[in-house]
């Protein structure tokens, strides 16, 4: 049974010259090692609530349970201590080096200086970044994507139980936002931290939550569910209306590429020589072959037009672009970078970057199909179960 990290109860918080609570006696739990999203319109007390929690506000009423412990009687700078923090605006120090700002709580930990130096070159790495390159950069030198990567590692630099992130890819742009959620996700697969995370993006949400509680105004919760759970059996026409339209391209972002099987096709090296690849196409049911360099990595898509006479200068820099997905990525993210690909497919490449298989819409559709399949005897089951009023 999992087990419970943060618990809220009967929490409320007004506001000193406001009507109506912006947090109204809400009781949440949250469990240990999963992302919990709260997730609603503007205003509706998601942002709030957070910052409840590591007291950044103080409570009207209500308590707050860490590890069973009651932290709304303990000192709140050591309460913040344990408790990572990401915000949209990233909030790194502009004079620090990017070392010194990660370096921030240990310091105030009073860890040693060896220590402290491992521990900021571990977390560069871990958020894909280069210790050697960037540890002695200041914010100003970065971009606007490596400042967010800073800014959570800044958050695991004491190695906290609890994270706490509030619209932290929200003022990035779309390409750069797609690609730090998948790299967040994969850090999050190996740590297991708990993590509440505000968004008021339900695409955003489905993406990246264990569960979802779903706010209306003043923090009361209208479905607290799995991302699965919501889509198929929204609580009511409140959140059926927030989750909004294409329910069904939503449910791809739940499924990932190594969830699927995984297509195969006809490869060629970049050292070949064009009258045998011209031969391979002729003699295939292919109109293209992916072209791999030494390392198996992928570089163009090559078809018959592309080759020029019949010599051999081979195929370095002819033929397509490849869009490329890895299995971390969502099949929603795979559907969009086969929309202007070549042949409505996206080349899979491992951890090396080597080419794995293929995906194309086929196969998208398959997986589509089996999670309405799926999702559909899930809710036939759980009207089965529930009971019917006896007629009058």
Request: aromatic content about 4%; some cysteine; proline content about 6%.
């Amino acid at each position: 049974m999992t087990r419970t990290k943060i618990r809220l109860e009967h929490l409320t918080k007004r506001f000193p010259g406001q009507r109506d609570p912006a947090v109204d006696d809400l009781t949440l739990e949250i469990p240990e090692g999963e992302i919990v999203i709260l997730v609603g319109p503007s205003g509706c007390g998601k942002t709030t609530t957070m910052k409840l929690i590591n007291r950044l506000i103080e409570p009207t009423s209500g308590r707050i349970f860490l590890d069973d412990e009651d932290v709304t009687q303990v000192d709140p700078d050591q309460l913040r201590r344990r408790i990572g923090y990401v915000i949209q605006q990233i909030g790194l120090f502009p004079h620090r080096t990017i070392a010194e700002n990660i370096a921030t709580v240990p310091r105030l930990l009073k860890w040693d200086k060896a220590r402290i130096a491992k521990r900021v070159d571990e977390l560069i790495e871990l958020v894909g970044m280069d210790p050697v390159t960037y540890r002695d950069r200041y914010p100003k030198q970065l971009s606007g994507g490596q400042r967010q990567r800073i800014g959570v590692a800044r958050a695991m630099s004491a190695d906290p139980d609890v994270m706490l992130m509030d619209e932290p890819f929200g003022a990035i742009d779309p390409i750069t936002r797609d690609r730090l959620q998948n790299e967040f996700l994969r850090i999050q697969a190996e740590l297991k931290k708990t993590i509440v995370f505000v968004t008021h993006d339900i695409d955003e949400a489905i993406k990246m939550g264990d569960r979802i509680a779903v706010l209306r105004e003043g923090s009361h919760v209208a479905q607290y569910d799995t991302p699965e759970r919501i889509l198929v059996d929204p609580a009511d026409d409140f959140v059926a209306d927030f989750i909004g339209r294409g329910a069904s391209l939503k449910r791809l972002s739940l499924s990932r590429v190594r969830d699927i099987q995984l297509g195969e096709w006809p490869t060629t090296t970049e050292d070949a020589d064009p009258a045998d690849v011209r031969r391979a196409l002729s003699a295939g049911h292919k109109d293209s072959l992916l072209v791999l360099d030494d390392a198996r990595r992928p570089r163009t898509w090559v078809k018959t037009d592309h080759l020029a006479g019949g010599g051999g200068s081979g195929l370095a820099g002819v033929g397509l672009p490849v869009a490329v997905v890895t299995p971390d990525d969502t099949l929603s993210d795979t559907l969009n970078e086969m929309v202007t690909a070549h042949c409505s497919t996206a080349v899979v490449v491992d951890d090396s970057g080597a080419y794995a298989g293929v995906v194309d819409i086929d196969t998208i559709n398959e997986a589509a199909r089996g999670m309405r399949t799926r999702n559909g005897n899930a809710a036939h089951d759980r009207l089965e179960a529930e009971p019917v009023d006896p007629a009058p």
